[in-house]
């Protein structure tokens, strides 16, 4: 999924990609910290969503 999220230039795809990657409890540090400046306001939003399964 990573390896997805790295390689995609859609938005909405990689809000996709986030979601499961924070569902699953495997979201990286380094994408973690790329989120709050994603242009897609749904993905920046998953953080604080989610805040609990990370």
Known sequence: M???YDKMYCS?????????LID???LP??????IPFDCN????ELLN??????
């Open 2 to 4: 990573v390896t997805l």
């Open 12 to 20: 909405l795809c990689r809000n996709d990609i986030v979601g499961i």
């Open 24 to 26: 699953n409890r495997v």
């Open 29 to 34: 540090e380094r994408i973690k910290q790329e």
């Open 41 to 44: 306001i749904e993905t920046r």
């Open 49 to 54: 969503i989610r805040k609990d399964t990370l």
